[in-house]
């Protein structure tokens, strides 16, 4: 009992403040969501779920949640990709592996004002250095962050560039917790490398990669300000997800009660979309 109590003494500081810092917004959301309520803390009346009906009749927040489904699934697929090819480097010997875990860290610390600065310079149609030098080898970029075919997975690239040091610290830290002689004993019953990652260290590591997909998903649908400070959900909304739906939404048409209704409703999305992850998704516990 005392040990309980102790734990709970210690817990209880940190959920008043998430109690606080998260559960009192989201009360304050669902109250507006009842109202019609224009500019924020404006004059308003109760609506019941006439805003709700709104958004759920309007098509361009199912637009926007769909591109939000397109956002999370190649950005963890593209983060990955890379996160893991980076944990893998860094496992290997050498001056330039030890170097790695000094430079594969710089992209996440770059501010993302200035992440989203560097790549639009970058990739400018005039002066971009990487659109200069695809054009040498006679490839036309164009103008990526412009073109409504692909602006939305331009600005993935440059969120999973920001993004997969995080995954690489933490896979690699996975990777770092695969025994040894387990290794050693299926490389002396013939396993070569890959069978050895996809039948030993893959199973062993399983449980960390879905926490951080779970974690990962949610962070990335949650996005906002590398999309807005490069498109603000343009060109033509190609890039508009939810979140900047539901900001355009508050202080762009100044619906203040509509993007409270909208936020409650990604919420109940969000929780639904965990809780089947974890119902069907979630490791067998003896993998």
Same mark, same amino acid.
């Given at each position: 009992?005392?040990?309980?109590?102790?734990?709970?003494?210690?817990?209880?500081?940190?959920?008043?403040?998430?109690?606080v810092?998260?559960?009192?917004p989201l009360?304050?959301s669902?109250?507006i969501?009842?109202?019609d309520q224009?500019?924020?803390g404006g004059?308003?009346?109760?609506?019941g779920?006439?805003?709700?009906?709104r958004?759920?009749?309007?098509s361009?927040?199912?637009s926007?949640?769909?591109?939000?489904?397109?956002? #999370?699934?190649?950005? =963890? %697929?593209?983060?990955? *990709?890379? &996160?893991?090819?980076?944990?893998?480097? /860094?496992q @290997?010997?050498?001056?330039?592996?030890?170097?790695?875990?000094?430079?594969v860290?710089?992209?996440?610390?770059?501010?993302t004002?200035?992440?989203?600065?560097?790549w639009?310079?970058m990739?400018?149609s005039n002066?971009?250095?990487?659109?200069w030098?695809?054009?040498?080898?006679g490839?036309?970029?164009?103008?990526p962050?412009?073109?409504?075919?692909?602006?939305?997975f331009?600005?993935?690239?440059?969120?999973?560039?920001?993004?997969?040091?995080?995954a690489?610290?933490?896979?690699?830290?996975a990777?770092?917790?695969?025994?040894?002689e387990?290794?050693?004993?299926a490389?002396i019953?013939?396993?070569?490398?890959?069978?050895t990652?996809?039948? #030993?260290?893959?199973? =062993? %590591?399983?449980?960390i *990669?879905? &926490?951080?997909?779970?974690?990962?998903s /949610?962070w @990335?649908?949650n996005?906002?300000?590398?999309?807005?400070?490069?498109?603000?959900?343009?060109?033509?909304?190609?890039?508009?997800?939810?979140?900047?739906?539901?900001?355009?939404t508050?202080?762009?048409?100044?619906?203040?009660?509509?993007?409270?209704a909208?936020?409650?409703?990604?919420?109940?999305v969000?929780?639904?979309?965990?809780m089947?992850?974890v119902r069907?998704?979630?490791?067998?516990?003896?993998?």
């Amino acid at each position: 009992m005392k040990k309980h109590l102790l734990g709970f003494s210690l817990v209880t500081p940190v959920m008043v403040i998430m109690l606080v810092a998260i559960g009192l917004p989201l009360i304050n959301s669902v109250w507006i969501s009842f109202q019609d309520q224009r500019v924020i803390g404006g004059e308003s009346e109760f609506v019941g779920f006439e805003t709700y009906v709104r958004i759920l009749l309007d098509s361009s927040f199912w637009s926007a949640l769909g591109r939000s489904g397109t956002w #999370v699934v190649v950005n =963890l %697929i593209v983060q990955t *990709l890379l &996160a893991f090819s980076a944990a893998l480097l /860094l496992q @290997s010997k050498g001056w330039w592996a030890k170097s790695a875990r000094v430079w594969v860290m710089l992209p996440w610390v770059i501010p993302t004002i200035s992440v989203t600065i560097i790549w639009q310079w970058m990739l400018n149609s005039n002066y971009g250095v990487i659109h200069w030098a695809l054009g040498e080898v006679g490839i036309d970029l164009g103008s990526p962050f412009s073109d409504p075919g692909v602006a939305l997975f331009s600005i993935i690239l440059v969120n999973s560039w920001h993004w997969f040091p995080l995954a690489t610290v933490v896979i690699y830290g996975a990777l770092a917790t695969v025994p040894e002689e387990t290794l050693e004993a299926a490389r002396i019953d013939g396993a070569n490398n890959r069978q050895t990652f996809f039948a #030993v260290t893959l199973p =062993l %590591i399983n449980p960390i *990669l879905f &926490a951080l997909g779970l974690v990962g998903s /949610l962070w @990335s649908f949650n996005v906002l300000d590398s999309i807005y400070l490069i498109t603000e959900g343009g060109p033509v909304e190609a890039t508009t997800t939810v979140p900047v739906y539901i900001y355009n939404t508050a202080f762009g048409a100044f619906r203040s009660s509509e993007a409270a209704a909208a936020s409650v409703l990604t919420v109940l999305v969000l929780v639904t979309v965990a809780m089947l992850m974890v119902r069907f998704a979630r490791p067998k516990e003896d993998s």
